[in-house]
């Protein structure tokens, strides 16, 4: 039995996003200060929450940058994976922190159920209009080249769905304006609590998965087991497994069991398909030649 072993890290795709990630969190940080004093002032639930809204998107900003600062730290004696994984625990933190925050924005929309207030409908009109150039804007920063990196990707998608809230804000605020029905206001700050519910559980599934290490979801393990068998050296597979070393970086480890011999080269090939085919970059393969196709397996199915 012969045993052939590598592990292959491949080639990051690295673009230099520190600058679009410091004027982003800027003017977003000082846009969400405003709105959130403009909410408070013009008596706006719905500026509040969409400043909350805001807020959530600007800490994901934040824990992507960490992690692309995190992945660039080298593996020390002791953390031999380097700190790539921590960005998991950040999108953790990140989501108890926007639930805190919800529960207090809930809390104070229904306490202002029923009360006669007066909502000032021309600051939310303003606000919510410079929000929708401001989120536009962060939008435009990450567009460049988001299809290569998940965080970046997500940073786009983000700030577009908040550019498409800012402007149902305007419009609700137009509505006020010209027809006096202030709880329109709390219907729109219900709405935008909603879309934040629904963002931080999807943040939170997906970061407790992958912190124990299940197959991240941009994978689909079977079309890898699939790639696997048709390789016409390989007799049989078992052992796979597939987890994520951050929130970016997939790893992988197989064995495969071969009918011929085989070098480096035949190794180098599947890494270099994993990482186009599947943007896994990080490959631990086993040959194992004459292992035979009636070995025991362990194969994820």
Same mark, same amino acid.
């Given at each position: 039995?012969? +045993? +052939? +072993?590598?592990?292959?890290h491949?080639?990051h795709?690295?673009?230099? $996003?520190?600058?679009?990630f410091?004027?982003? !969190?800027?003017i977003n940080?000082l846009?969400?200060?405003?709105?959130s004093?403009?909410?408070?002032?013009s008596?706006s639930m719905a500026l509040?929450?969409?400043?909350g809204h805001?807020l959530?998107?600007?800490? %994901?900003?934040?824990?992507?940058?960490v992690?692309?600062?995190?992945?660039?730290?080298?593996p020390?004696? #002791?953390?031999?994976?380097?700190f790539?994984?921590s960005?998991?625990? @950040?999108a953790?933190l990140n989501?108890?922190l926007l639930l %805190?925050?919800?529960g207090?924005?809930?809390y104070?929309?229904i306490?202002?159920?029923? *009360?006669?207030?007066?909502?000032?409908?021309?600051?939310?009109?303003?606000?919510?209009s @410079?929000?929708i150039?401001v989120?536009?804007?962060?939008?435009?920063?990450?567009?460049k &080249?988001? #299809?290569? &990196?998940?965080n970046?990707?997500?940073?786009?998608?983000?700030?577009?769905?908040d /550019?498409?809230?800012?402007l149902g804000v305007?419009i609700?605020g137009?509505?006020? $304006?010209?027809t006096g029905?202030?709880?329109?206001d709390t219907?729109? =700050?219900?709405?935008? !609590?909603a879309?934040?519910? $629904?963002s931080?559980?999807?943040?939170l599934i997906?970061?407790?998965s992958?912190?124990i290490d %299940?197959?991240? *979801?941009n994978?689909?393990? =079977? *079309?890898?087991?699939?790639?696997f068998? /048709?390789?016409?050296?390989?007799? =049989?597979?078992? &052992?796979l +497994?597939i987890w994520a070393?951050?929130t970016?970086?997939?790893a992988?480890?197989?064995h495969? %069991?071969t009918?011929?011999? /085989?070098?480096f080269s035949f190794?180098s090939? !599947?890494?270099?398909e994993?990482?186009?085919?599947f943007e !896994?970059?990080h490959a631990?393969?086993?040959?194992e $030649?004459g292992?035979?196709?009636?070995?025991?397996? =362990?194969?994820?199915k």
């Amino acid at each position: 039995m012969e +045993h +052939h +072993h590598s592990h292959s890290h491949g080639n990051h795709h690295e673009i230099n $996003y520190n600058q679009a990630f410091k004027l982003g !969190i800027a003017i977003n940080v000082l846009f969400i200060v405003a709105e959130s004093l403009y909410g408070f002032w013009s008596n706006s639930m719905a500026l509040i929450a969409d400043a909350g809204h805001n807020l959530s998107d600007v800490l %994901a900003l934040v824990f992507a940058w960490v992690g692309i600062l995190l992945s660039q730290r080298k593996p020390t004696l #002791k953390f031999t994976y380097g700190f790539r994984r921590s960005t998991i625990l @950040i999108a953790i933190l990140n989501t108890v922190l926007l639930l %805190a925050a919800v529960g207090i924005m809930i809390y104070e929309t229904i306490s202002r159920m029923g *009360e006669v207030i007066h909502i000032n409908s021309i600051n939310i009109i303003v606000i919510a209009s @410079i929000g929708i150039f401001v989120n536009g804007f962060t939008a435009w920063l990450f567009m460049k &080249d988001n #299809k290569h &990196d998940l965080n970046i990707r997500s940073a786009f998608v983000h700030f577009v769905a908040d /550019t498409l809230v800012s402007l149902g804000v305007v419009i609700a605020g137009v509505i006020m $304006y010209y027809t006096g029905i202030t709880w329109i206001d709390t219907l729109v =700050s219900f709405v935008i !609590i909603a879309i934040i519910l $629904y963002s931080s559980y999807q943040l939170l599934i997906s970061s407790v998965s992958l912190a124990i290490d %299940a197959v991240p *979801e941009n994978i689909n393990i =079977s *079309e890898v087991k699939g790639y696997f068998e /048709t390789l016409r050296e390989v007799d =049989s597979i078992h &052992d796979l +497994h597939i987890w994520a070393l951050s929130t970016t970086d997939t790893a992988l480890t197989v064995h495969l %069991a071969t009918n011929e011999q /085989t070098d480096f080269s035949f190794i180098s090939k !599947i890494q270099h398909e994993l990482h186009n085919k599947f943007e !896994i970059r990080h490959a631990t393969i086993q040959v194992e $030649y004459g292992y035979g196709k009636h070995a025991c397996h =362990s194969v994820c199915k």
